[in-house]
Nanobody, 115 residues
Framework: QVQLVESGGGLVQAGGSLRLSCAAS????????MGWYRQAPGKQRELVAA???????NYADSVNGRFTISRDNAKNTVYLQMNSLKPEDTAVYYC?????????WGQGTQVTVSS
């Protein structure tokens, strides 16, 4: 089992920045890809960004150039630096972590961007 604890969400004005963190614990297995998804009211959950253990990243087109994902393998922690935030970035953001055969989800953290 892997437990994921997210932090860093909140309310910010458009154009502002937030940094999300997610710490994984409890796993005896190596964690491979970590990532962030988001779900806005009335919309499907979507991938925001992901990063492999080796540091290869992938971004949704809507956040490319504004968001940066990074990780600290020694701490099993993933970060999401969000800059130039827009009202349409408002959503619950979920951290994910994959091990061999399993995908784990955090409880989610609310990000609200006011116009």
């Amino acid at each position: 089992q892997v437990q994921l604890v997210e932090s860093g969400g909140g309310l910010v004005q458009a154009g502002g920045s937030l940094r999300l963190s997610c710490a994984a614990s409890g796993s005896n297995f190596r964690i491979f890809t970590m990532g962030w998804y988001r779900q806005a009211p009335g919309k499907q959950r979507e991938l925001v960004a992901a990063i492999t253990r080796g540091g290869i990243t992938n971004y949704a087109d809507s956040v490319n150039g504004r968001f940066t994902i990074s990780r600290d393998n020694a701490k099993n922690t993933v970060y999401l630096q969000m800059n130039s935030l827009k009202p349409e970035d408002t959503a619950v953001y979920y951290c994910t972590a994959s091990t061999v055969g399993d995908l784990y989800w955090g409880q989610g953290t609310q990000v609200t961007v006011s116009s």
